[in-house]
């Protein structure tokens, strides 16, 4: 008994502890977004984030963070659009599941933004109000393009 | 208004270079050549060491034509050696070791010589009996080619001279390989064979060197078998020179004459040289032909010399009258991967004509169907006639008919290069009456023509060929209406082909215009713009021509008009109805100042009458996919906002461009261009209204876009001025893996730079280390981003700052050199070029070359200013050097521009001091008292001398001397009586400070004004005719002078207050007493002169006078002098003819009496005769 009570917790504790570490792995292997996040989007933070908004931009993405890149993008929709791109503002960021319905890719894949045609905002397609963003970023980057392309396909949680 | 003013014209001039060039190197784009040197002089012959990276070349910045060496990427030019006359050809040795040049140091006809870097040591190989023009090293380095010729008029043979070994000599001793005359001769890297371009004699009666004529074609020998002389004849028009192999053997480059761009009529050397280059092939028995050179830079470029490296080719290249060394990729400008459809589309894109035809010639290289090349030929023959150049033209056309072909089509292509000929004939011609030879037998000639032209034609293009240059035949005959018939009797446009449609446009249409016949021109136009056998892009050229044509010089309202017109006339769905929809929708921009205010409160955003524009546009532009179309309008738009500045507009348009063309088109890497000045331009425009968070975030865009310096900076400067102190952190962190990126180098050092620049950094051993630090980091930062001109611009600041820490000329001549380079690469830049002309003159002013300083200042001046600060500073300097140059007028009125500026502008109010304190000083200079007296008290009143006692005190020194110079003596002595004040007050404020006043520096200071206030108390005391009281107060000043050296100017002053002691002793009776005080004023004066050069400085002037006059009109003995007079008198009175400026002819006119005074009677003094004047004349 006594070497049962005395070893249980520390199994436990070391089950716990196994337990914790595969699920940190394997969230962190899986997590698309926070790859792209880490690789790519982060450079995004330079005119989507509080206070750093030029005039213009995209006023309610805030990707200061992969965690509020990621709630920004999940539900958002876009705003504060002018110009040529206004009419995309009301256009969701993300459809969960439908990469090629979402602005987020549309922005990023000259693929996507050709044949985007939204039917929540008209207006809102590849023939000029949709902006290339890779061109801010300094170049495309296929890897994590690929990234979160499969982040919105397995539901972009 | 005028920020944005500036910064638009900036951009429209860069998206249009941005349209032709791309970066060096890349196939992305066309290249253009880098500028590798730059200077007041003429740098030329340039080759690359074998290191691959020591440039040599020839330059004439040190009056003579010198050796000069260069590290690439990041040196500046250095001097090898000082021959001491005038040097050409250099060039390196195969091991790197040797330099090989022609010197004209001993023997003026030219002399080949060696110098070995190390040591200096140098030998030439020729002599007086021999004149060498060239030499080259054979590969091996064992031996040389010398071009030489033994007597006047002998010729010019080449010859083999050995350097080593048995065979080792001079020129005389050397092998003949070529016995008859040969100019710029070359060798293959493999040492077999050797090219040159044979000279001819002009004239029998002369040796070749004096009646020189270059023959044609080039001269390939073998080595070992020289006497068989193989000619190729290069398939181009115009002279061939200067070849030069690859370091692979497998290209021959060469120089040709291609245009008569001098306009005299023939194409030769005078002409633009235009590089090629043709295959090599060392292992054939006929290794070089002809047939197929390939252009590699555009005839707008005038280059010479080519010098091919393994991964560069250098050229020296002539832009601005000057030459400079240049590089380029081997390839040339057109990359050599660039297929038929590549470069069909840079030739859309193509602005320049001479790129164009660049581009043509580069396709008609690759092309293999006859006819697909002779339309090409043709389209070169127009494109030249354009241009006037008929010699080339008729080259062109010759081509044309010579590869017309006997398929479909040929009779048309034969017609087309027919008439091509004829016309290229016909304007030759024509070109030689109008410029005033005789036109005998002109008409007869072009009748002829015309008969040759009337010759039956069965095809329907070939017709209208021949219709086209008859109708210019005729009108320049005067026949006008037989001309217009000719033009009216094309047939309709549908039944005409690609090109006979574009030759009516092109020919046609500015013929019928000449007969105005304006409508039949449009008519021709509007249908061109909808001809389906042009490509679209070609359409909408054609298009563009006709828009340009309907709005031309008319208001508004007519335009509108012209091109609703044209568009009721446009098939709906047309280029043409497209870009006369844009053009509509364009005319309701007004200019800037006829705008209302952004639509929303934030910058950046347009105004209502913009965005009224914009949403029409935006319709046109998502209305029509094509490319071409999307491009047209953008190209329009861009062109209008930039000339009525709407940014608003410009990003817009750019941004929607770049994200709708593809990633592989070949125009991506030119809108991607675009856009990113676009970015740049308006983070300048947010930064110069303050709106600093949108001018970071801009600037950071760019960033992330490109590694432009320029945006990291303005990123830096931005981050700065919002607090943010943390910004290495964060430059850092994005180049964590790449320690050496020349963004984050260049971050360093701007760093390490700023409080520098902000007038801080320590004392001048922080300073310098400072600048050794931030200008290794540069260093660094240029190996991997060569040719930037913000490096040179930083390193020029760098070297400048060096010089004014009195660290040694050769900085400044650094931070010349980079200045001057950055300033060329800047060529088109109007910001930088702004700022480099600053800094130049700036530099020139400190080291004393003020009137190149002015030539800076006045070019920098016709920029514009986006920063009030900034041209009131260039004002403020540009008065300083009119000053030092003795133009103290000019230095006023340049003051009053300042002050007006300072005026106008509330926040410059804090620069009125030092405005009040130099127009003091240049007011006295000019001669007007009474301003420099205003100025100057002006000056002792201003709140900021109130503050600082020491600064009050100096203040009223000046005050005080104006006072002076007013000859107010009670004025003056009120203000001495201030700085005395003042100096104890500033001995207060010292000694509360915790200093002790009269410690070291401050106490150095203090003495100096200390001796300056009794100096001016003293004069204002004799100037009221207190000469007793004046005395004590010299004798202190004068012991105050003591100790001052030969040349400084303490020891005029000193000379200067004993004249006044003098003076005050004469007007006592005390005649001895002064006497001995102007002898040694003199003796003071005296030695300044010796060492300093300046023989007659006011002083002396002041004392020699009075002496003389002391004794001839008082009766004071000579011997009281100290010193004989007479030396000094004719010195001074010698010196005074010798630079007679009229201000001193008193002066003159009295020493020339007192000399003869004094030489006749032994110097008797004629006192009683002279009507009573005991004092001495008081020159100052």
Known sequence: MRSLFRSLPGRAALLATLVAAAGCEAIAAGDDFTAAYDGYLNKCASCHSPGNQPSGAETSLDFSTADTARATLKGGSAAGLVGNQAACNGVPFVVAGKPDESLLMAVLDETVRQKFDNASAAGCDGSGPISDMTVQTGGSDPDAIAKLRAWIEAGAE | MRALSFGLTLLLAVSAHAAMMGPVGTDAALREPRRLTAGDSDQFLGSLGPDGRTLVFASNRDAVVGAFRQTLPDGVARSLFDEGADISLPRLSPDGRTLLYISTRDDATGDVCLRTLETGARRCLGGPQTAESSAFWFPDGTSLGVVARGSMHGEQVLRRVWLRGDKAGGVADGEVLVDRSVSTPTVSPDGRWLVYVPVERASTAVGVHFAMQLGRGLHVVRVDAPKRTRTVRVDLPGETGFPAFSPDGRWLYFTQSLRDTNGDGVVDGDDHGVIFRLPFRTGDAAPLRGDAPVQLTPASWNCRYPAPAADALYLTCERGGRLDIYSLPPDGVVPAAWAEARILTALDHSTDPQVASLLLANLVQRQRQPEARSATFGALAVRALAGNDTALASWYAGRAAAEAGSGP???????????????????????????????????????????????????????????????????????????????????????????????????????????????????????????????????????????????????????????????????????????????????????????????????????????????????????????????????????????????????????????????????????????????????????????????????????????????????????????????????????????????????????????????????????????????????????????????????????????????????????????????????????????????????????????????????????????????????????????????????????????????????????????????????????????????????????????????????????????????????????????????????????????????????????????????????????????????????????????????????????????????????????????????????????????????????????????????????????????????????????????????????????????????????????GRAAGRTTPATGG
């Open chain 2, 409 to 1167: 089509g040929s009779a048309a292509r034969s017609a087309a290069a027919r008439a091509l000929v004829a016309l290229s004939a016909h304007r030759k011609e024509l070109a030689r009456v109008d410029a005033g030879a005789r036109d005998e037998g002109f008409a007869d000639r072009a009748d002829k023509r015309l008969a040759t032209l009337g010759e039956a034609e069965s095809s329907t293009d070939g017709q209208a060929w021949l219709r086209l240059v008859r109708a210019e035949i005729l009108d320049d005959l005067g026949r006008e209406e037989l001309a217009l018939a000719q033009v009216q009797g094309l047939g309709a446009a549908d039944t005409l082909g690609h090109d006979a449609i574009l030759a009516v446009v092109l020919l046609g249409v500015p013929r019928l215009r000449a007969l105005q016949a304006h409508t039949e021109a449009d008519a021709w136009l509007l249908a061109a713009g909808e001809h389906r056998a042009l490509r679209p892009a070609e359409r909408l050229d054609v298009a563009e021509r006709l828009v340009r044509q309907a709005t031309r010089g008319r208001g508004v309202v007519a335009r509108r008009e012209a091109i609703e017109r044209l568009r009721a006339k446009a098939a709906p769905d047309g280029e043409l109805a497209m870009r006369l929809d844009v053009e509509r929708a364009l005319l309701a921009l007004p200019p800037k100042s006829k705008r209302g205010p952004p639509v929303a409160a934030t910058a950046g955003l347009g105004s209502a009458e913009e965005e009224t524009v914009r949403e029409q546009l935006f319709a046109i532009f998502r209305s029509w996919r094509e490319l071409d179309r999307r491009r047209a309008l953008v190209r329009a738009t861009v062109a209008r906002a930039a000339a009525v500045d709407s940014a608003w507009l410009l990003y817009q348009f750019a941004n929607s461009y770049v994200s709708v063309i593809p990633r592989d088109h070949p125009g991506r890497a030119q809108a991607v261009d675009l856009f990113r000045q676009v970015v740049l331009e308006r983070a300048w425009i947010s930064w110069n209204t303050g709106q600093i968070r949108d001018a970071r975030t801009n600037f950071y865009g760019v960033t992330l876009q490109t590694d432009d310096l320029e945006a990291w900076l303005g990123y830096v400067e931005a981050q700065h001025r919002e607090g943010n102190r943390d910004v290495l952190g964060q430059v850092t962190k994005r180049f964590a893996k790449q320690p050496d990126h020349p963004a984050l180098r260049t971050v360093h050092a701007w760093l390490r730079l700023r409080p520098l620049a902000e007038g801080g950094g320590g004392d001048a051993d922080a300073r310098r280390e400072a600048l050794e630090a931030a200008d290794a980091d540069l260093a660094v930062a240029q190996r991997g981003a060569p040719g930037d001109r913000h490096l040179h611009q930083l390193r020029g600041w760098v070297a400048h700052q060096r010089f004014l820490l009195g660290d040694g000329r050769g900085f400044a001549v650094q931070a010349h050199d980079r200045y001057r380079l950055a300033l060329a690469l800047a060529d088109g830049d109007a910001r930088i070029r702004g700022a480099l002309l600053a800094a130049l003159g700036l530099l020139q002013q400190a080291v004393g070359n003020h009137r190149i300083a002015l030539d800076s200042f006045a070019r920098r001046m016709a920029l514009p200013f986006v920063d009030p600060e900034a041209e009131l500073a260039v004002l403020v300097a540009t008065a300083r050097s009119q000053w030092h140059v003795g133009l103290a007028d000019a230095a006023l009125a340049t003051l009053a521009r300042a002050q007006a500026k300072l005026d106008a502008t509330p926040t410059l109010a804090r620069h009125r001091t030092l405005l009040l304190d130099r127009t003091a000083l240049y007011a006295f200079e000019s001669g007007d008292l009474a301003r420099g007296r205003a100025a100057s008290e002006a000056l002792l009143a201003r709140p900021e001398l109130q503050r600082v006692a020491a600064n009050r005190a100096r203040a009223a020194l000046v005050a005080a001397a104006a006072a002076l110079a007013s000859a107010d003596g009670k004025a003056t002595l009120a203000h001495l009586a201030t700085a005395d004040a003042a100096l104890a007050k500033a001995d207060e404020d010292a000694l509360r400070a915790g200093r002790r006043p009269h410690q070291p520096p401050l106490e150095a200071d203090r003495k100096r004004l200390l001796a300056l206030r009794d100096g001016l108390r003293a004069r204002a005391e004799l100037l009221l005719g207190r000469p007793r009281d004046a005395l004590p107060l010299l004798d202190r000043r004068i012991a105050a002078l003591a100790d001052a050296d030969d040349e400084s100017r303490g020891r005029l002053d000193r000379a200067a207050m004993l004249w006044h002691r003098g003076v005050a002793r004469s007007l006592l009776g005390e005649h001895r007493a002064a006497m001995a005080d102007l002898g040694a004023g003199l003796a003071d004066a005296d030695r300044f002169a010796r060492a300093t050069g300046t023989p007659a400085p006011p002083e002396r002037i002041w004392l020699v006078r009075s002496a003389a006059e002391l004794h001839l009109f008082a009766g004071a003995p000579l011997s009281a002098l100290g010193r004989p007079l007479l030396p000094d008198l004719r010195a001074v009175y010698a010196a005074l003819c010798q630079f007679g400026a009229p201000r001193w002819r008193p002066d003159r006119d009295a020493l020339q009496l007192y000399l003869t005074l004094l030489d006749d009677g032994a110097g008797a003094p004629v006192a």
